[in-house]
């Protein structure tokens, strides 16, 4: 009872020749994500006055550069510190790799807050000009 006869008799499909060589993978982005593209848009010339951009990295990190008109919360003083966010304005969270802007999302929408982050490799220096590599 089974192997390859057993699943032509059930009507399963069977298909021949040449073997695909290339295994295609598109990631499906994670539950409150933001693009980069529109990130890039959102941090350009001017922050929209709806939007607030949280970068949760080290105080040491923020040295090397900022994007303008961000506010640095260390995401390990997230919990202790949302009294310091206003929960009308959408927050979009930014860290050095993803995975910390992550864990603040998590922390910021279970405390009901309108957040998106930012999953991808962000290197900013000094005046707030930034690169992006998408994880």
């Not at 982050?117 to 290197?123: K, P, R, V």
Request: proline content about 6%; aromatic content about 6%.
């Amino acid at each position: 009872m089974g192997g390859i006869e057993s699943w032509k008799k059930a009507g399963g499909e069977v298909l021949s020749g040449q073997l695909q060589k290339k295994i295609v993978y598109v990631p499906k982005p994670k539950p409150g994500t933001i693009g980069v593209e529109e990130f890039k848009k959102i941090t350009g010339k001017k922050l929209p006055p709806n939007v607030i951009i949280l970068d949760v990295r080290d105080p040491e990190e923020t040295q090397m550069g900022v994007i303008k008109g961000s506010k640095n919360i260390p995401v390990n003083e997230l919990k202790d510190r949302l009294n310091e966010l206003p929960k009308d304005k959408e927050i979009v969270v930014h860290c050095a790799t993803g995975m910390r802007a992550e864990m603040a999302y998590n922390i910021l929408k279970e405390a009901g807050y309108n957040v998106k982050f930012l999953d991808a490799s962000i290197q900013i220096k000094k005046g707030g000009k930034y690169t992006i590599t998408e994880n």
